[in-house]
């Protein structure tokens, strides 16, 4: 593994140990040349996804960008890093396991809202407000009366 520091490429481990529930490997490692310390995680690839864009472009998965975009919307938010970091290898091994290597990027982005809402509606409604385009307020108005439609009812009735 090459330092990220220097370059160079006769790093070491100094520890290895399971991480995200035992669905990947995290090492500590140590670089002699400039004494740099870094961690590394290694994963279980099944097979290489292609995300299949609306415009029918076609870009390589990357668990990275996944991640950068759960986080933005889980930004502040009182959501364990260990939580997220399981939401995002189940979206993953979801992925994965859809048995195909093209994936449209409508599927992955219902994926991660039906995981985001089951973890906090707030990042659900964030994460919804960039997928879904939203251009005004009243788009958000309209997402969130159809989030709960009883709860508009059940206001209705308190007034009355």
Do not use: W
Not at 16 to 43: K, L, M, N, Q
Not at 61 to 75: G, H, P, V, W, Y
Not at 84 to 108: C, F, H, N, P, Y
Not at 146 to 154: K, M, N, Q
């Amino acid at each position: 593994m090459r330092c990220p520091f220097c370059g160079n490429i006769e790093t070491q481990v100094k520890d290895s140990r399971p991480a995200e529930e035992h669905v990947s490997i995290r090492r500590r490692r140590f670089c002699p040349a400039c004494g740099g310390r870094f961690t590394t995680y290694e994963r279980v690839q099944l097979r290489d996804l292609v995300v299949v864009k609306s415009n029918g472009r076609r870009e390589d998965f990357d668990r990275d960008k996944l991640e950068r975009s759960i986080r933005i919307a889980l930004q502040k938010r009182p959501v364990e890093p260990e939580r997220v970091e399981q939401m995002i290898s189940g979206i993953v091994r979801r992925l994965e396991s859809m048995g195909e290597t093209d994936i449209a990027s409508k599927t992955v982005g219902e994926i991660v809202m039906e995981s985001l809402a089951r973890i906090d509606t707030v990042a659900y409604v964030r994460f919804a407000s960039v997928y879904k385009n939203f251009q005004a307020a009243d788009d958000f108005d309209k997402f969130v009366s159809e989030l709960r439609p009883g709860d508009a009812v059940t206001d209705d009735k308190t007034e009355a």
